[in-house]
């Protein structure tokens, strides 16, 4: 038995999702992965991660399950949320319960967060169970799955090389500014993919860079990468991605050119960025139900 959870990238919304507002969640391949193991227990995860914790708690204790993680321990791709699903399901499994995606975002509440700082939104949880760009607005009580439907659009994925641990990010920070124009900008953005409306995608995710930027939610070298990259006369958009924008950055770029900023982006000697996923990579199906 084996479950392959996907990767998450916050297209737009980081921050936003904190007041259960409303964001945009990529879904990609190459994805996490957890397989039965003979040998007992769990291997490749920590014992006081959130998985660990709920590991710890459930009533399996003759299964071994073994983690592996395809972008070796690099930030930003969810691997956290992804151990805390994968093991989820794996219990529930031995269990022959079925899983419930609301209830799972209640146990990872409960063992995700312990008062200090911030909670987590849990919207990687909610995005990582379902496929393709996810939209979530726990506000609304929305939470729906997208293809991408923009047929002269492709975006990019890169990572920085850079690793902020997002769940220490949330416990030193506070929301002292309001967060209404970002929130803005993500709602709109979701009208762009009910519309398949690239040029308004593009907009609202330079106008985010641009807001991030403002309120000083972007770290420096993302932001220098950022205007190197948006240099590129094929580059259409730019922002960094998750905690800081440090570890992922999102380039919108048009889809008949992709093949030649990825070939840039390999060979540029100022960012040594890597490429982790692009448009063609998107994650299609769900892996429970709501």
Same mark, same amino acid.
């Given at each position: 038995?084996?479950?392959? !959870?996907?990767?998450?990238?916050?297209?737009?919304?980081?921050?936003?999702?904190?007041?259960?507002?409303?964001?945009?969640?990529?879904?990609?391949?190459?994805?996490?992965?957890?397989?039965?193991?003979?040998?007992?227990?769990?291997?490749? !995860?920590?014992?006081?991660?959130? /998985?660990?914790?709920?590991?710890?708690?459930?009533?399996?204790?003759?299964?071994?399950?073994?983690?592996?993680?395809?972008?070796?321990?690099?930030?930003?791709?969810? /691997?956290?949320? %992804?151990?805390?699903?994968?093991?989820?399901?794996?219990?529930?499994?031995?269990?022959?319960?079925?899983?419930?995606?609301?209830?799972?975002?209640? %146990?990872?509440?409960?063992?995700?967060?312990?008062?200090?700082?911030?909670?987590?939104?849990?919207?990687?949880?909610?995005?990582?169970?379902?496929?393709?760009?996810?939209?979530?607005?726990?506000?609304?009580?929305?939470?729906?799955?997208?293809?991408?439907?923009?047929?002269?659009?492709?975006?990019?994925?890169? +990572?920085?090389?850079?690793?902020? /641990?997002?769940?220490?990010?949330?416990?030193?920070?506070?929301?002292?500014?309001?967060?209404?124009?970002?929130?803005?900008?993500?709602?709109?953005?979701?009208?762009?993919?009910?519309?398949?409306?690239? +040029?308004?995608?593009?907009?609202?995710?330079?106008?985010?860079?641009?807001?991030?930027?403002?309120?000083?939610? !972007?770290?420096? +070298?993302?932001?220098?990468?950022?205007?190197?990259?948006?240099?590129?006369?094929?580059?259409? %958009?730019?922002?960094?991605?998750?905690?800081?924008? %440090?570890?992922?950055?999102?380039?919108?770029?048009?889809?008949?050119?992709?093949?030649? !900023?990825?070939?840039?982006?390999?060979?540029?000697?100022?960012?040594?960025?890597?490429?982790?996923?692009?448009?063609?990579?998107?994650?299609?199906?769900?892996?429970?139900?709501?």
């Amino acid at each position: 038995m084996k479950w392959q !959870i996907p990767a998450k990238t916050f297209l737009l919304g980081e921050y936003v999702a904190l007041t259960e507002g409303p964001s945009l969640v990529i879904t990609t391949s190459l994805c996490f992965e957890l397989t039965f193991s003979s040998k007992p227990g769990l291997q490749g !995860i920590h014992p006081d991660s959130p /998985a660990g914790r709920w590991w710890a708690d459930q009533a399996v204790p003759d299964i071994g399950l073994q983690w592996h993680d395809p972008y070796q321990g690099r930030g930003g791709m969810g /691997a956290s949320s %992804a151990q805390f699903i994968g093991i989820y399901l794996a219990c529930l499994h031995a269990q022959k319960k079925s899983p419930n995606r609301q209830a799972m975002l209640e %146990a990872y509440f409960q063992y995700a967060w312990f008062g200090q700082g911030l909670r987590p939104s849990g919207y990687d949880v909610l995005a990582q169970s379902m496929s393709g760009c996810v939209y979530i607005n726990r506000q609304q009580g929305r939470c729906q799955s997208y293809d991408w439907p923009f047929h002269d659009l492709a975006f990019v994925l890169l +990572h920085t090389g850079k690793k902020l /641990a997002t769940h220490h990010h949330l416990q030193t920070m506070t929301l002292s500014k309001p967060l209404d124009e970002l929130a803005a900008i993500a709602e709109s953005a979701a009208t762009a993919f009910e519309s398949a409306d690239s +040029h308004r995608l593009v907009d609202m995710v330079n106008a985010y860079h641009q807001q991030l930027t403002d309120l000083s939610l !972007i770290a420096e +070298h993302s932001r220098e990468y950022i205007s190197l990259f948006k240099k590129q006369v094929d580059v259409l %958009a730019a922002k960094g991605c998750g905690a800081m924008g %440090a570890d992922v950055l999102l380039l919108l770029v048009q889809k008949d050119k992709l093949g030649s !900023i990825i070939n840039y982006i390999n060979n540029c000697s100022t960012a040594s960025c890597e490429v982790l996923a692009t448009s063609e990579n998107l994650w299609p199906r769900a892996l429970c139900s709501d």
